[in-house]
């Protein structure tokens, strides 16, 4: 039975509406379930991109245990209709205690990490700017516990 | 050559950190494209889903142009990769003047409106709130010309 969601993405948001949006949806969900989100900072500035993600994906590490069920959102994953997340979800509530989810940065996420996960999911065959991903998938985690709860959706 | 994009939405935003990174964006897309945002308001408060659709689409409707090509967002119209968005929306600027995108309000659209529209685009499989999809648009809308002018993304 889950006792924890966490989500894991490099660096701390920056856009300040993005952090708004993030704090909504992570109240609306409080009732369902505890979410940790963690955004570990990469100091060194590194141009080279391959070398950026394996730092990242460094950082990202530290954060992951061995009891986590890993998940990777990437927009080549598989993709999902409402309320076919609302169900794969369900049944990972039902036998997983700790899921673990992990956002790639603006360059994406190392080869690794994708390996590393049990599950790829796509959130859009669209490559969306890192944050705004953030924003649809906390909102689509509401949803899909409003789906599995058979509750309202709220809407304001 | 394209003079317009048209965003209809119908009623005005509510959530304020969408408000914001509408703003965001519209002020990105500026030096690309002249976009006006379109908010209808529906006075009367209905609970009955297909009036409710009904009077959206009256209120949307005089917004609407002979001249505007229309484009419906909706989660079952074709689905882009970034790089075939922006290939299909060079495409369009090349041809038209006037491009009018219409969003759902929180119960969809119309069917009369889709079968009025020229093409249905889907910005994701999942189910999004109304307006996370107009953020999710309107960052795709700028990621589209970052392309098509062969300009770097601006991130932050």
Request: charged share 30%; hydrophobic share 40%.
């Given at each position: 039975m889950l006792k924890k969601i966490k989500i894991l993405m490099p660096d701390p948001?920056?856009?300040k509406f993005v952090k708004e949006g993030l704090e909504y949806y992570l109240k609306r969900i409080e009732p369902f379930v505890l979410v940790d989100t963690i955004f570990p900072k990469?100091?060194?500035?590194?141009?080279?991109?391959?070398?950026?993600?394996?730092?990242?994906?460094?950082?990202?590490?530290?954060?992951?245990?061995d009891k986590d069920y890993l998940i990777v959102l990437d927009e080549k994953g598989k993709a999902f209709k409402s309320i076919e997340l609302a169900e794969r979800l369900k049944k990972l509530i039902q036998n997983y205690?700790?899921?673990?989810?992990?956002?790639?940065?603006?360059?994406?996420?190392s080869e690794n990490l994708k390996k590393q996960a049990k599950e790829i999911w796509s959130l859009s065959p669209l490559t969306l700017n890192h944050e705004i991903a953030l924003l649809v998938?906390?909102?689509?985690?509401?949803?899909?516990?409003?789906?599995?709860?058979?509750?309202?959706?709220?809407?304001?």
């Open positions: 948001v920056k856009f990469i100091k060194t500035k590194v141009s080279n991109v391959s070398i950026k993600l394996k730092k990242e994906e460094e950082a990202i590490k530290k954060y992951i245990l205690t700790y899921i673990t989810f992990i956002i790639g940065g603006p360059d994406g996420l998938f906390i909102e689509a985690l509401y949803r899909s516990f409003t789906i599995i709860k058979g509750i309202p959706y709220h809407r304001e």
